[in-house]
Each structure stands twice: as C-alpha cells, then as structure tokens.
C-alpha cells in the first residue's frame, strides 16, 4: 500500500521539486557570473539539496497517514480519516458536508419508499378479502347449481387473482426477508403434498394429473418451510398455466433423489415448453417471452421471485424446456443429515 501512496506523492510534488532545483542552479549561475573567480558549486548544491531532503521528509510524514486512511477505506476496510494539513481539513468538511446532505436524502427516500410500501401492503391485504368472500360464494353456489362450468372459469379466474395478489405481497416482503427467516429441517415431501392440495381443482380443471416419485417415505431438507412452499407454489403455478395451454390429460411429476449430502427435486410438466431463446432470460423481472405473447396472465416475475428466494435460502435453481415437451425446474436443497 505505501508504494503507490510514494509514487502519488512524488507526482503531486513533482513540480514543487523541479521549481526548486532550478531556483537553485538559477541562484548558483548568479554568483558564478558575478564573481568568476568563484568555482564552488558542490557545496552550495548539496546544501539545497539536503534542505530538499529535510522538507521532503517532513511533507511526507504529514501526507502519508491521512492518504493511508483513504486507501483503507477504498478498499472497504474500516478507517478513521485524520486531516493534518488545512487543505486536507478543508478537503475533510467538504466531505463530511456531502455525506450529510447524502444520509439526509437517503432517509428521506427509505422513509417515502416505507411509506408507499406500507399503504401497498394494506391495499393488497384488502383486496385479498373480497377475493376470498367471491370464493366461498362460489362453492356455495356450486351445491346448488347444475351447470358449473360457468362456476368453474369464474373461480379460476378468482384463483389467479389470489395468485397476482400473493406475488405482490411476496414482493414486499422480500425487503424483509431476513426478518421473516426461520430455517430447520422440514419433510419436503409433506410441503408437496400439501401444495398439491391447495391447488386440486386446478389439476381437474386442467386435466393435469401430479405425481409424487420418491423412494423414502421422508426427506428432510435444510430451509425455510414457509418461504420454501411459496418458491414451490409459483413452480407448480407455472405448471398449471402453461400445462393448461396444451389439450388431452398431462401428467405431472416431482421426483426427489439423493445426491450426496443434498436432494435434488424436479418439477416436470408436460406443457407448451420454452424456447431456447428465452430461457436465459426466464428469471429476469417481468421477462414474459414467446408464451407470455401467447397467454395473457403471464406476469412475468413468478420465477424471478423463485430465483430470489432460492438465493436468499441457499439453494440452487435451474431450468431445462423443449418447446412442445415440457418444462424441468431443478432445486438442489441441503440435506438434513
């Protein structure tokens, strides 16, 4: 670290040091031409070169600590900055002014955002109400009426409202993620069977038939039981939606396997799949691609929030989809061991 502070302080004083070697030669040459006689010019060179040295030394000393600190905090290492000349106190306030004035918006803006996201909050959770009392009318309805069909579409429609509004809330509270965070060892197969449960009437509706394939009758993984079934939800939200683009039965199958001290699950679908082009591009926020073009629900930050999540847990996600075939999402959890 001294190294490239010495060579900064030899370029800053670069000029210094060459304005007084040639006032020096300039004071020598004077006397030489006024007295020719005169032929000592060692002495008085090495004189002014000892005082150069003598300066030199003291300006470094008075350089060296605060630029050091500024190297440390540069490279993100704590420091305290000490000034010790007046242009590096006056360099000081002005930072120190800027800074305040940059902490005093910053709270101004993370107060404005809190705000916004607290009024976002409660709307949202509003909008949930209506949305489960249009629900409960609907099976009540169903009892009663002969002809369901119509039934059906409008409580599925309802469902992808719910949905909608669950992924915003999702949002909102990934800022707090850490927070809300509570890891232990969960039954992964437990999560899959409750989550195929909560959405059985959009397999009937779509004629699409889950699978569970698992040797064990338990697999425990390392995570977070709640955020880990809202990551698994949206895999199997996308199942549905894009299986349901496809006509005739469509199966659909989660297997988990051991592959060391991690499990591996795969959601396989049997839907319109996903080109090759846009799967890179599948976990980008509000990225829709080719079948977004194709089907007007899609949001386009499912997967973005699988992606986000599963960083935040420490799991790995991937996916592979041939067009027409179908679509594998891959997540790699930590085993319970």
């Given at each position: 670290?001294?190294?490239?502070?010495?060579?900064?302080?030899?370029?800053?004083?670069?000029?210094?040091?060459?304005?007084?070697?040639?006032?020096?030669?300039?004071?020598?040459?004077?006397?030489?031409?006024?007295?020719?006689?005169?032929?000592?010019?060692?002495?008085?060179?090495?004189?002014?070169?000892?005082?150069?040295?003598?300066?030199?030394?003291?300006?470094?000393?008075?350089?060296?600590?605060?630029?050091?600190?500024?190297?440390?905090?540069?490279?993100?290492?704590?420091?305290?900055?000490?000034?010790?000349?007046?242009?590096?106190?006056?360099?000081?306030?002005?930072?120190?002014?800027?800074?305040?004035?940059?902490?005093?918006e910053i709270a101004e803006l993370r107060g404005q955002n809190k705000?916004?996201?607290?009024?976002?909050?409660?709307?949202?959770?509003?909008?949930?109400?209506?949305?489960?009392?249009?629900?409960?009318?609907?099976?009540?309805?169903?009892?009663?009426?002969?002809?369901?069909?119509?039934?059906?579409?409008?409580?599925?429609?309802?469902?992808?409202?719910?949905?909608?509004?669950?992924?915003?809330?999702?949002?909102?509270?990934?800022?707090?993620?850490?927070?809300?965070?509570?890891?232990?060892?969960?039954?992964?197969?437990?999560?899959?069977?409750?989550?195929?449960?909560?959405?059985?009437?959009?397999?009937?509706?779509?004629?699409?038939?889950?699978?569970?394939?698992?040797?064990?009758?338990?697999?425990?993984?390392?995570?977070?039981?709640?955020?880990?079934?809202?990551?698994?939800?949206?895999?199997?939200?996308?199942?549905?939606?894009?299986?349901?683009?496809?006509?005739?039965?469509?199966?659909?199958?989660?297997?988990?396997?051991?592959?060391?001290?991690?499990?591996?699950?795969?959601?396989?679908?049997?839907?319109?799949?996903?080109?090759?082009?846009?799967?890179?591009?599948?976990?980008?926020?509000?990225?829709?691609g080719e079948n977004g073009r194709r089907f007007r629900n899609s949001?386009?930050?499912g997967l973005y929030l699988c992606r986000k999540i599963a960083d935040?847990?420490?799991?790995?996600?991937?996916?592979?989809?041939?067009?027409?075939?179908?679509?594998?999402?891959?997540?790699?959890?930590?085993?319970?061991?």
């Amino acid at each position: 670290m001294t190294k490239p502070i010495f060579k900064r302080y030899l370029k800053d004083r670069a000029l210094l040091i060459l304005f007084y070697l040639l006032n020096m030669l300039a004071v020598v040459t004077f006397f030489h031409l006024s007295e020719p006689a005169n032929t000592e010019v060692l002495y008085p060179l090495s004189l002014g070169a000892f005082l150069l040295a003598v300066y030199l030394v003291i300006d470094w000393f008075r350089y060296f600590p605060a630029n050091k600190s500024l190297e440390k905090v540069l490279d993100d290492q704590h420091s305290e900055y000490k000034p010790d000349t007046e242009e590096q106190k006056a360099f000081h306030k002005v930072i120190r002014k800027m800074q305040g004035e940059h902490s005093r918006e910053i709270a101004e803006l993370r107060g404005q955002n809190k705000e916004r996201l607290y009024f976002l909050s409660h709307w949202m959770h509003h909008l949930k109400t209506p949305v489960s009392v249009m629900d409960l009318i609907i099976q009540k309805e169903k009892e009663t009426l002969e002809d369901l069909e119509v039934l059906e579409k409008i409580q599925l429609e309802n469902k992808r409202l719910h949905t909608s509004i669950e992924q915003g809330l999702t949002m909102i509270r990934m800022d707090s993620f850490e927070n809300d965070l509570e890891a232990g060892s969960v039954d992964l197969l437990a999560s899959l069977r409750k989550l195929i449960n909560t959405r059985k009437s959009e397999f009937i509706y779509h004629s699409l038939f889950p699978a569970i394939e698992c040797e064990e009758e338990v697999v425990r993984i390392i995570t977070d039981s709640k955020w880990n079934e809202v990551m698994l939800d949206q895999i199997l939200s996308n199942a549905i939606k894009y299986s349901g683009m496809k006509e005739g039965s469509k199966k659909l199958r989660l297997t988990v396997r051991r592959d060391g001290r991690e499990t591996l699950l795969s959601i396989i679908d049997e839907g319109a799949g996903i080109p090759t082009y846009d799967l890179e591009r599948v976990f980008e926020p509000f990225f829709t691609g080719e079948n977004g073009r194709r089907f007007r629900n899609s949001s386009g930050i499912g997967l973005y929030l699988c992606r986000k999540i599963a960083d935040k847990l420490h799991h790995t996600i991937t996916i592979e989809s041939e067009v027409s075939t179908g679509t594998s999402v891959t997540i790699r959890y930590l085993t319970k061991l």
